[in-house]
């Protein structure tokens, strides 16, 4: 019994934190086009339009969120392997999708307008914050959807998912 308990505080911890990453990459994000400190990187982001390749987004995830990916450690060992697997499983999907909206965004089949691309595309400094998901967008009344699937989009040559940079 103690180990199905154990694996379902790692599963519940492992859910958990993937969500909750989720908020808290949305919240910086809104950060980030409010905060001229904070925000300095992520305007030039803006004005080159480009990822920085899957690796180094997910480095860069990781760097700011390691010390609370590892905080559950002091709880109990299922607890902390769940929450920081749940976390860093959030930061390289939050990677690839990112790189992917920026590279192919007809590939993100998981969200009805690919809401990173969107929010480039049209110079959204209001709406569309999600990187990886647009649940948040949705649930604070920051999601605006536009036509965005136009002549550009169906002109790019068909790619596979893995087809972009990586480094």
């Keep these: 019994m103690s180990a199905l308990v154990s694996l379902s505080t790692g599963f519940a911890c492992f859910a958990v934190a993937f969500v909750l990453s989720s908020l808290v990459e949305y919240w910086l994000h809104r950060l980030m086009h409010v905060s001229p400190r904070i925000g300095e990187r992520h305007r030039d982001h803006h004005r080159r339009n480009e990822g920085q390749g899957v690796i180094w987004e997910f480095r860069d995830y990781v760097r700011g969120s390691f010390v609370v990916m590892c905080l559950l450690f002091f709880y109990s ?9 749940g976390g860093l499983c959030y930061a390289a999907f939050s990677a690839y999708a990112h790189q992917l909206q920026h590279e192919n965004p007809t590939k993100c089949f998981w969200m009805k307008m690919p809401v990173h691309y969107v929010h480039h595309k049209y110079g959204m400094w209001e709406h569309n914050f999600g990187l990886a998901v647009d649940w948040w967008d949705h649930v604070f009344g920051t999601y605006k959807p536009v036509e965005w699937l136009t002549e550009d989009e169906l002109r790019q040559p068909e790619r596979g998912y893995l087809q972009l940079r990586w480094w």
Excluded: K, T, Y
């Design 77 to 85: 060992w299922q607890a902390g392997v769940g929450w920081l697997l």
